[in-house]
């Protein structure tokens, strides 16, 4: 059916990912050349249509990083100092592909066994590193193939090449276009791997690997463009705290500051991210942004039902997100019986958004790539937690349980988010002692994915397959063409792998 019979004939039944299905239609389109661009605002145009989460476990600058240069964009969370989110948007928008800005580096003063404990410890995937003095002057280089155990008791000056001996570039060389500077060093100096960057002083300033430079340049022939703004740079987008007076009142100097330190990096959108964003407080931070900076993308929410998107709309909002307590890390709809499953919730959404001139973004419960097409027939983008979570660049540590390996993964509902920042989010006061705060998210593990590359190269393929079967060649197409079904407990079961003993890991 379509949409709208559809919806209409299964109401008041609200419907989710797997409630439905779509039907194949006539189809002239190769997956592969189906275009998944799509805009968030006027000025915000991306080649994914997928949004890292601003989550404290899932986005800051090497997430939003790898977000952007596969063509989508992550929202970095606000879970830190002001100044911090600052900083990790800058980096965002001053990243050059191919130059790893801060490598990691040793002491000269450390004994390898503690350069051995550190690479178990991160679990790094590489051994060797530059060696900086105290003041970031670049004085040596510890080759990979003498970090072992048997040199553990060595100091790392007494093994490495010491600085008279490396061959190293000049920053200013390297600036405009590190990959072919790399190019021609490792051409010029065979044999070496590493180009190690300094500037006037000797200060390490960044280092390029050959591997490196053999990836990206093969992968600039197959790989998605990068969503980049008009000067070239990558796009970012940060969440904005509802930040208060001691009286209750949304503090606006404070607020309107931060924005404008945000859009002195260029910053490509803010998001007003809440619980619950048909209200009051998030209409008037909204029109408090709005106000201030009439040109700057807003993303806000969250909500599911026409009118909270049309309050949000004529709030000033270019994008509302949508979704309450469908995430994988959610207990909104247990904790205060309230939420709409998130089909449903799109449907209606889409609209206000319609009505209005507005985009939609289909925020939480998105576990494999089937879900984000099912979105898609209904919004502009998706945005992903979990899925992204288990990948190497979200924050946060490794651990391993049992051979396996984990990342951490917590709602920003949960008790230990909200005590860490996010309390606000969720309408409550974490200075508030009188009362407990409450939480509506828990904490969790998600196995570790691999590098977001191929976890969003797997979930956008997945996408391409989709819009193949329904004959769209892009996404407005997709939301034209699908005919919707609902999908009984037996379908749902036939749906997933059956009687048979899975012997591979499936992607997505
Ligand atoms: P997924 O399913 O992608 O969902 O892991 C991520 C989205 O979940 C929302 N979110 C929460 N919702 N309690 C909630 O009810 C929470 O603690 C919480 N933390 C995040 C958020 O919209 C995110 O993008």
Redesign the pocket.
């Known amino acids: 059916l379509p949409a709208d019979a559809f919806f209409r004939a299964n109401l008041p039944t609200a419907l989710t990912f797997d409630d439905v299905s779509l039907a194949t239609l006539y189809s002239d389109i190769l997956p592969k050349d189906a275009d998944t661009s799509t805009s968030l605002s006027e000025t915000l145009r991306l080649q994914i249509p997928i949004v890292s989460?601003?989550?404290d476990t899932?986005t800051e600058s090497r997430m939003a990083i790898v977000m952007a240069l596969n063509g989508g964009i992550g929202l970095i969370h606000y879970n830190m100092p002001a100044k911090d989110q600052v900083k990790e948007v800058a980096r965002v928008k001053r990243h050059i592909h191919g130059l790893i800005q801060d490598p990691i580096a040793v002491s000269p003063t450390d004994l390898i066994g503690d350069v051995l404990a550190m690479i178990e410890q991160k679990k790094y995937t590489f051994s060797t590193f530059p060696v900086n003095d105290a003041s970031g002057v670049l004085v040596g280089l510890l080759s990979g193939n003498l970090v072992k155990d048997r040199y553990k008791s060595k100091k790392v000056a007494d093994v490495m090449t010491a600085r008279a001996s490396l061959i190293t570039e000049q920053e200013r060389n390297v600036a405009k276009d590190p990959i072919k500077a790399a190019d021609a060093f490792f051409n010029q100096h065979v044999g070496l791997n590493k180009m190690l960057v300094v500037d006037d002083a000797g200060h390490l300033r960044g280092l390029v690997t050959s591997s490196d430079v053999e990836r990206i340049t093969a992968e600039a022939k197959s790989r998605r463009k990068p969503a980049r703004d008009s000067n070239f740079r990558l796009v970012v987008g940060a969440a904005l705290a509802p930040v208060r007076k001691p009286s209750g009142e949304l503090d606006r100097d404070k607020i309107i500051t931060h924005v404008g330190n945000l859009m002195d990096e260029s910053i490509d959108a803010i998001a007003v991210?809440t619980?619950h964003g048909h209200t009051a407080g998030v209409g008037d931070m909204v029109r408090m942004v709005r106000d201030a900076f009439p040109s700057l993308t807003i993303i806000a929410?969250?909500v599911t039902s026409a009118s909270g998107v049309e309050f949000l709309a004529d709030c000033g909002a270019d994008t509302i997100?949508v979704?309450?307590?469908?995430?994988?890390?959610?207990?909104?709809?247990i904790v205060a019986g309230v939420g709409i499953p998130q089909m449903t919730a799109l449907h209606v959404a889409a609209k206000g958004a319609a009505a209005k001139g507005v985009k939609i973004i289909a925020?939480?419960?998105?576990?494999k790539s089937g879900d984000i097409v099912k979105a898609l027939t209904m919004a502009d983008a998706v945005?992903?937690?979990?899925?992204l979570?288990g990948c190497r660049e979200a924050p946060g540590e490794i651990m391993e349980i049992n051979g396996k390996l984990f990342k951490q993964?917590?709602?920003?509902?949960?008790l230990s988010?909200m005590k860490a920042g996010s309390a606000a989010r969720?309408g409550q006061d974490k200075t508030d002692n009188a009362r407990k705060l409450t939480?509506?998210?828990?904490e969790a593990l998600k196995e570790v994915s691999g590098f977001a590359d191929d976890v969003l190269g797997n979930l956008i393929g997945g996408v391409q397959s989709g819009m193949g079967y329904l004959g769209a060649k892009n996404l407005p197409e997709l939301r034209e063409k699908a005919r919707f079904m609902r999908v009984s407990p037996a379908g749902q079961k036939e749906a997933s792998p059956h009687d048979v003993i899975e012997v591979s890991t499936r992607k997505n």
């Open positions: 989460s601003d989550m899932v991210s619980a929410g969250n997100k979704g309450q307590g469908p995430g994988s890390i959610c207990t909104t709809r925020d939480g419960g998105i576990t945005i992903l937690g979990g899925l979570a993964y917590r709602g920003m509902g949960s988010a969720y939480a509506e998210g828990i």
